[in-house]
């Protein structure tokens, strides 16, 4: 939804003198050596965008898109000072909102960072602020957005705009969820869910995405059977007017929470249609996002070959894009697989580059799976002391994320080690806590932001 032109615009665009607005259409009507009549064709009388030429008369947030579509100009040819029109402010937010869609994020940020440089109406900014903060978010920038939400929050409160709070409160709570503050992001959550329904609104996207960050509380509570009931209410909420990140989002969910109930043929059904639609969508991180969690399922059947070949796939798209948080967790993934096919030569050399990838990853998670499989392969090398240190700094960094399911695992091989060592009083204790870890609720995991 954009914001509708209304009355209080600058002298700058007003009837009776040529704006800036027209000034450029028409400098970039001449540039090119088009007439009137061809830049209006159909859409438009010639005498219309004559006055628009004049600054006697505003475009639509359409019409202005054609214009520029015809003149060979990027949307950014029209938000230059002085005085931009309130047609090319909202047509600069209908792009970012595009390109948010297209899986552009970086261009999103482009634009709003430039219209919020303005002095622009308030719920324009506003508007501007949740594109800003979402574009922030699917780069996997959480505490960048947090500010940026922040005062659109407070501005939308004290304006009552019901369907702006509902997705801004929707946008924070995927703020803590990307934080692994998983009971914050499901006050978010449920706060709009509440507006919205006392709200009377009626938008099946919206509600869809909420219902499905819902279901995502429930399975990293531990509640994988409650999950995929909310990712099934999700899906039939709105599949046909899904856009395709959102409904990739939910895919996933549904194949992990599967996966959870050991339904892995689902699962992995579920899996594949995510990563089509991320694929598609020239999505390179959504994409590793799903092929680290097939790898995952994948390694659990043990099915090793297939699972290092996602790895390694989702490994060399991440490079390519210089990505530095979810690359680690790939190459992990690829040094555990050449370990299940008992080649530790390999896995020594995977590990030795995820630890260095690790350092420059902010994502503990990442930090946690690299110490554990570096312990597993220091294990196998023989070398005790080694092993002991990585699993003992995994779970030290387990500890930080407040993961139970986390720690069980890091335990649990911890365990496994101690036990073939002869250690069996240790690894008696320490399979009784990877038991207990593993029966405690879970508040967060590798799971993915649905569609941020």
Do not use: C
Not at 164 to 193: C, I, K, P, T
Not at 216 to 224: C, E, K, R, T
Not at 342 to 349: K, T
């Amino acid at each position: 939804m954009l914001t509708k032109g209304r009355p209080g615009r600058s002298s700058a665009t007003s009837p009776g003198a040529p704006g800036s607005l027209g000034q450029r259409i028409r400098q970039a009507r001449q540039e090119l050596g088009l007439t009137l009549t061809a830049v209006a064709g159909k859409d438009f009388t010639r005498a219309f965008l004559n006055q628009i030429e004049l600054g006697r008369s505003q475009p639509s947030t359409q019409s202005l898109r054609i214009i520029a579509q015809r003149l060979q100009r990027p949307i950014d040819y029209f938000l230059e000072e002085p005085g931009d029109s309130i047609a090319a402010l909202e047509l600069a937010l209908a792009e970012a909102e595009m390109s948010l869609l297209h899986g552009e994020p970086a261009r999103a940020e482009a634009l709003m960072t430039r219209i919020l440089a303005r002095t622009i109406p308030l719920e324009l900014r506003t508007r501007a602020q949740l594109a800003l903060g979402t574009a922030y978010l699917r780069q996997g920038h959480p505490r960048k957005a947090m500010p940026v939400l922040e005062e659109a929050i407070a501005t939308a409160e004290r304006s009552n705009w019901p369907q702006l709070l509902v997705e801004l409160y929707d946008r924070m709570g995927s703020v803590h969820y990307l934080l692994r503050r998983a009971h914050s992001a499901g006050r978010w959550f449920e706060q709009a869910f509440e507006r919205y329904e006392s709200a009377g609104l009626n938008d099946p996207v919206l509600k869809a995405r909420i219902l499905g960050h819902r279901a995502n509380l429930h399975y990293v509570a531990g509640q994988p059977v409650e999950a995929i009931a909310a990712y099934e209410s999700a899906i039939a909420a709105a599949e046909q007017v899904l856009d395709m990140p959102a409904l990739a989002g939910i895919y996933e969910g549904l194949a992990l929470s599967l996966q959870q109930t050991g339904q892995y043929g689902r699962a992995l059904s579920y899996a594949q249609k995510g990563l089509r639609i991320f694929e598609t969508l020239r999505d390179v991180r959504m994409a590793g996002e799903l092929r680290l969690n097939m790898g995952e399922m994948l390694l659990q059947q043990g099915r090793v070959s297939e699972a290092e070949r996602l790895f390694t796939e989702g490994a060399e798209r991440l490079r390519r894009i210089d990505d530095r948080e979810l690359l680690p967790l790939l190459v992990v993934g690829m040094a555990e697989s050449a370990l299940d096919r008992a080649d530790v030569d390999r896995a020594s050399e995977l590990i030795e580059q995820a630890l260095d990838l690790a350092t420059r990853s902010t994502d503990p998670i990442a930090s946690v799976a690299v110490h554990r499989v570096a312990g597993r392969v220091a294990h196998a090398r023989g070398r005790r002391e080694t092993a002991h240190r990585h699993f003992e700094r995994a779970l030290e960094v387990a500890v930080t994320v407040d993961s139970p399911d986390l720690r069980a695992r890091v335990t649990y091989d911890y365990a496994r080690a101690l036990e073939a060592e002869g250690d069996a009083a240790q690894a008696a204790l320490r399979f009784r806590q990877a038991y207990e870890a593993g029966r405690s609720p879970r508040p967060t995991t590798a799971l993915s932001e649905l569609e941020a």
